[in-house]
């Protein structure tokens, strides 16, 4: 249900603001972002930047995604986790106070810049809080969410 909420709310985010704006997606250091529902495993937001390849790939990867990180995380604390997927790693951060997990995949070379801009996306997160506590399928109230990430990742493209 929620995958298909935010799968709406991207295609209608993407139209308005990247039609607006020219923006190169390829040159965005983070490849796709996820926040899963820590004990359910439940998909809670996804954003992908690149093209629709690389997004197939991910995609295929996603649900073995889903439960490792689950476990790998059940009894971690804030510290980040990588994992190497070919020529990209897959950062995993949990974020306690919101009982989830925070997924990033990006290049490889891209990791010391993907390290400063996680504390960002996760202070976001957690500046809409009530968002993922008490979410209650209303689509709207993901729009600005959605659109605070979309600006800080486009803000940190690589040069």
Do not use: C
């Not at 249900?1 to 209608?12: C, H, S």
């Not at 603001?17 to 965005?28: G, I, M, P, R």
């Not at 997927?85 to 995949?105: M, N, T």
């Amino acid at each position: 249900m929620r995958l298909d909420y935010t799968d709406k709310v991207n295609k209608k985010l993407n139209a308005h603001f990247f039609d607006n704006y020219n923006f190169n997606l390829e040159k965005t250091m983070i490849q796709s972002l996820y926040i899963f529902q820590s004990q359910s495993k439940q998909l809670l937001y996804n954003k992908n930047f690149q093209s629709d390849e690389k997004v197939e790939m991910f995609s295929s990867f996603f649900s073995a995604l889903q439960m490792f990180v689950s476990e790998l995380t059940e009894s971690s604390s804030e510290s980040l986790s990588t994992i190497e997927l070919g020529e990209y790693l897959v950062i995993i951060s949990r974020i306690l106070e919101l009982k989830s997990d925070l997924v990033i995949i990006i290049d490889k070379k891209d990791m010391k810049e993907a390290q400063k801009i996680i504390p960002k996306v996760i202070s976001i997160i957690k500046s809409h809080e009530d968002l993922f506590i008490n979410w209650d399928h209303e689509p709207e109230k993901f729009e600005m969410f959605d659109l605070k990430i979309i600006r800080l990742i486009l803000s940190n493209k690589k040069l």
